[in-house]
């Protein structure tokens, strides 16, 4: 009877040892956003006290700040450029994307793996060195000012990055089915649409995935191209367009904050493994 | 694709009687000609769009990119003169650009020593089976996931001057005095506390993806490798330093060089937070290549600066690309 007894204290004790461990990382990983939804929902002469505990309301929590960005702000139109040109984004990379990375993975390309590794590197092509000669490239086709600059620059970012993880998810499909849909007469091109992209689905929604949450951590580009207040993605809208001069109005920031932040962070977390085999080619569960 | 008949057609007509299997044999390399070059036409077609959008749009305008670092380019005329190295020589005069050079430098390698250290302690608790891992995991990757301004404009919130819930907490434990005396941080407004700041919210920002990658690393160590060095006698140092990190180390490059790229190039944190400020403290590459390229409009002038990162990323760019193409065979 002392036997199970002590392995089951062993157990708790080892849980223990490592929660504690773990706290101050959680608390350190989570605290901005707590920071965030507190913020958004105090009134102001509740935020603006020095006195009171900070972490929780002394006054009623109240809504005002998210209407105020409905009413006052261009926040509305933000949301719906930023889901626009991600859907534009998310267009363009799966029709280049899935084509190349099936051609990289499937087709034995002479050569296909540099290409592969070519195409990818261009991920890390940072956008700092790229931006000055593409707001010439923008500027030329006459789109300064206006997001479609963004849906034609954001794909330099998904493309390499989307086709590098679906040659990665490509490779694993089996090649019987292929095969099967050659024999009863299908051409490559016939293949692709009739028997691959239908088993590709879970491919094909994880660069959906990140064609937006790639595009959405975008600064530099939307600064640099985008400067009427309607025109801007959210993420640059936020941070530029709610600071009237030097005043902040921290109630509504946090507020415009958190709605683009939760729902993007949920969405990653879901597909975080994905990503990461993407970087890392594969090893790894 | 006609070849098929014309070399199998005449083959098999002059030697009928003898050579059957010749001509069979003929026809079938000639199939299998056309079927290969069908097979790389159809995906030369299918990989064209994707080789032509980044030709276009990376390639061709980091070549641009040069051509304007060598030109007296600006925002208002259109038309530029050649001026040689003077935008870079210019680069190399200015006093500023070596603050922000050094920063960068600082900036990076300070960031990358606390990542690691948080990252891979991470990745060892996460390592260990315990109840409620996996909620444990979605909430310490939060801060890689959020979007970076989304991030960055809450943290400037905390830095506050007056008002800073990271101030509130250090005055309550008694490590700074109350607002307005003379030992309470400014965060944002004081040359060393700033760059400390913005190096804050990149390791914020990306410890968790340090231990992710980590943890997908410790993962593909076979246990029983661990195993039998167990009952070789080694200590778990031993097993981590002999074992673990060879047999990791290309994910480990991965992740490092990664990031590495990232946090050189970066212009968000630091543009958001302090605009390079105070008086230059937090003034990185990216910070004045944007300050002198699109807001004093000299085009050439930060086209010159953005290109000195060059330098710094290509030896990265050359390891990160020698190690994935190592892992391909």
Request: glycine fraction near 8%.
């Amino acid at each position: 009877m002392a036997a199970p007894r002590t392995r089951r204290q062993k157990e708790i004790r080892r849980h223990l040892w490592i929660y504690g461990a773990i706290t101050p990382y959680v608390i350190i990983a989570v605290f901005p956003i707590y920071w965030m939804v507190i913020t958004a929902f105090k009134q102001n002469p509740d935020l603006y006290r020095m006195d009171v505990f900070p972490l929780w309301f002394h006054m009623a929590p109240t809504w005002k700040h998210f209407s105020y960005l409905f009413t006052d702000t261009n926040y509305a139109a933000w949301i719906i450029n930023t889901m626009t040109i991600a859907a534009w984004v998310a267009v363009i990379t799966l029709l280049v994307g899935v084509p190349a990375g099936y051609a990289l993975a499937r087709l034995r390309i002479p050569g296909s793996e540099n290409l592969g590794i070519s195409v990818f590197m261009t991920y890390l092509v940072p956008a700092i060195i790229l931006f000055l000669p593409l707001s010439r490239v923008v500027s030329m086709l006459g789109l300064q000012d206006n997001w479609w600059s963004l849906v034609l620059v954001y794909p330099t970012i998904t493309i390499p990055f989307c086709t590098w993880l679906l040659m990665g998810f490509f490779k694993t499909l089996p090649t019987e089915i292929e095969e099967a849909a050659r024999v009863d007469g299908c051409g490559y091109l016939g293949a692709l649409v009739r028997v691959v992209l239908p088993v590709s689905v879970p491919g094909i929604l994880t660069s959906v995935i990140f064609a937006f949450t790639l595009s959405m951590q975008d600064f530099l580009y939307g600064l640099a191209f985008v400067a009427p207040g309607d025109q801007k993605p959210v993420t640059v809208g936020v941070p530029t367009e709610l600071i009237r001069g030097d005043v902040y109005f921290w109630g509504s920031l946090m507020a415009a904050a958190l709605m683009v932040g939760l729902p993007v962070a949920i969405l990653y977390n879901f597909f975080l493994d994905r990503f990461i085999q993407g970087i890392t080619g594969g090893i790894g569960k | 694709m006609t070849a098929s008949s014309s070399s199998g057609g005449p083959d098999a007509a002059s030697a009928r009687a003898a050579a059957i299997s010749v001509a069979s044999r003929a026809r079938t390399s000639g199939w299998f000609r056309s079927q290969t070059s069908r097979r790389l036409g159809v995906g030369y077609l299918l990989l064209a769009p994707a080789v032509l959008y980044v030709l276009l749009l990376v390639g061709a305008p980091f070549l641009f990119s040069l051509y304007l670092a060598l030109s007296d380019a600006n925002v208002g005329e259109p038309v530029a003169s050649f001026v040689g190295l003077a935008n870079f020589r210019a680069a190399l005069e200015s006093d500023v650009f070596y603050i922000a050079l050094r920063n960068s430098i600082v900036f990076t390698v300070v960031a990358a020593i606390f990542k690691g250290l948080l990252g891979t302690t991470l990745a060892f608790l996460l390592l260990q089976p315990f109840w409620g891992r996996k909620v444990v995991r979605g909430l310490v990757v939060i801060p890689f996931t959020l979007p970076v301004t989304i991030s960055v404009l809450s943290w400037k919130w905390m830095y506050d001057s007056q008002f800073s819930v990271i101030n509130w907490f250090l005055s309550r434990i008694g490590l700074v005095g109350s607002y307005g005396s003379p030992d309470w941080p400014v965060w944002l407004g004081q040359a060393h506390l700033a760059l400390a700041a913005c190096i804050i919210v990149n390791v914020w920002r990306s410890f968790p993806f340090s231990a992710i990658v980590l943890l997908a690393g410790f993962t593909s160590v076979p246990t029983e490798i661990l195993d039998a060095a167990r009952v070789d006698g080694t200590s778990f140092f031993q097993r981590f330093r002999y074992v673990v990190v060879p047999m990791i180390a290309p994910i480990l490059l991965i992740g490092f060089l990664f990031d590495t790229v990232f946090t050189l190039s970066d212009l968000s944190i630091v543009y958001l937070l302090t605009q390079g400020g105070p008086a230059n403290a937090t003034k990185i590459l990216p910070v004045l290549a944007y300050q002198v390229g699109i807001q004093a409009g000299a085009l050439g002038r930060g086209a010159a600066i953005s290109l000195f990162l060059f330098p710094l990323l290509l030896p990265l760019m050359i390891l990160l690309l020698r190690n994935l193409k190592r892992r391909e065979d």
